[in-house]
């Protein structure tokens, strides 16, 4: 008696309470009467009902909701084209009604676990499908409704309301008019018609021109993939083992990434071409690239702006640029530590350090002059510091943290 239903549409929450109405309403699709589940998926989500009978849900093999493909998560129309299935159920009430019991005479010798009809005698996978399938539930297809009355400007609930405050979409947008039968059906779907051109643009993996190439970079492992786990998927379950002989499996946990090398250069080729965008690991989709020979590593190693996978990365903008070179030394150039004016005479980089701890200081005006006398005059020096100019922090002896005078040593 449980409904047929999708991962999205039961909600994250694992215990959910639902309300059953025996032959509550007419199914959508054959118009005939059936059992009616409804229930909330979650938190600030709105209540969702089951649309279509068991019969119906059966025969497409989909949800009784949503009626988006159970094991792919796509619209009919996508699965059946990437399956090459096509299914003319009929539409009219006398041969709908007699197609639909004969469908339910075959489920019922059945197991009631497999589709039935063209899509049971389909093959079991496909390259598009598997390309276009959704990995991980999507729950916010279960968000509320936009609030008709917040549009107008009318609205009076303010937070409480159950529904969406938001700007409604485009009404000329295709996706805003969809039906369910259309949908069933597998005709003038504009979901669909926008994954099958999405399919059409898609990227491809062309293999390297240099024959020695033979390895392939898996990455987008995450950190809750182990290396057990990983080698478990990659060997005993025939992901990569079946397309030919391994020779090393290398896998580098801190970058989330490994490295498969293959015998030959023919089954790296077909590997590619039946995991590029297909590798699916706990619901985490992984990127599968061409490996680069060691020539190429080495000779673009030095390259600037250039990743471990040799794709050209975009400057970041807002850093600084790069330093210039320093200048050519000379010799006979004396060394200019503190970029002062080369022009200034030597007698203003007589700077008079502060006597070491221990030793008074003498009175202003009989100690050595400290400045050149062209140098305009020195501000009065501060309370706790002694007379002089102090170029760094480590030389004032005042500072906190200094050695006291007894027992301590004053490096200039």
Not at 72 to 98: A, C, F, H, M, W
Not at 147 to 152: A, G, H, M, N, Y
Not at 352 to 360: A, D, E, R, Y
Request: charged share 25%; glycine share 8%.
């Amino acid at each position: 008696d449980f409904p047929i239903l999708c991962q999205t549409c039961l909600g994250e929450n694992p215990y959910i309470r639902m309300t059953k109405e025996k032959y509550g309403k007419e199914c959508k699709i054959c118009a005939r009467p059936f059992t009616v589940f409804r229930w909330c998926p979650g938190t600030r989500m709105r209540f969702k009902k089951t649309e279509v009978c068991q019969t119906c849900s059966k025969m497409k093999n989909v949800c009784q909701t949503c009626l988006l493909d159970l094991e792919y998560g796509l619209p009919i129309q996508v699965r059946d084209t990437g399956l090459s299935v096509k299914d003319e159920v009929p539409r009219s009430d006398v041969n709908k009604e007699y197609y639909t019991q004969n469908m339910e005479r075959e489920i019922a010798n059945s197991d009631g676990t497999r589709p039935v009809g063209q899509l049971g005698k389909a093959p079991s996978s496909s390259d598009m499908l598997l390309k276009l399938a959704r990995t991980t539930p999507y729950y916010k297809r279960n968000r509320p409704h936009i609030c008709s009355f917040w549009v107008k400007g009318e609205c009076k609930r303010g937070e409480e309301c159950p529904y969406r405050h938001e700007k409604p979409t485009d009404p000329e947008d295709p996706l805003a008019d969809q039906n369910i039968k259309d949908r069933y059906y597998g005709i003038n779907d504009p979901v669909a018609d926008k994954l099958l051109k999405r399919a059409s643009t898609m990227p491809r993996l062309d293999p390297p021109e240099d024959k020695s190439i033979s390895t392939l970079y898996i990455g987008g492992l995450g950190d809750t993939v182990t290396d057990g786990e990983l080698n478990r998927f990659l060997l005993n379950r025939s992901h990569f083992y079946q397309f030919g002989e391994i020779r090393t499996i290398t896998i580098v946990q801190r970058q989330q990434c490994a490295f498969i090398q293959f015998a030959t250069r023919q089954a790296a080729e077909m590997a590619a071409e039946k995991s590029f965008n297909k590798l699916i690991i706990n619901g985490r989709r992984l990127t599968v690239k061409w490996g680069r020979s060691q020539a190429a590593r080495g000779k673009d190693g030095g390259k600037e702006g250039v990743s471990e996978m040799g794709t050209r990365l975009d400057p970041i903008p807002g850093l600084p640029g790069a330093l210039p070179p320093p200048p050519a030394l000379d010799e006979e150039a004396p060394a200019n530590y503190f970029n002062l004016d080369p022009s200034s005479s030597p007698a203003i980089m007589n700077i008079g350090l502060p006597p070491p701890p221990g030793i008074n200081p003498p009175p202003p005006g009989y100690g050595p002059p400290m400045f050149h006398p062209m140098a305009p005059p020195v501000p009065p020096p501060m309370t706790m510091r002694p007379p002089g100019t102090i170029h760094y922090p480590s030389q004032d002896p005042q500072r906190m943290g200094a050695h006291s005078a007894h027992g301590s040593r004053h490096t200039e």
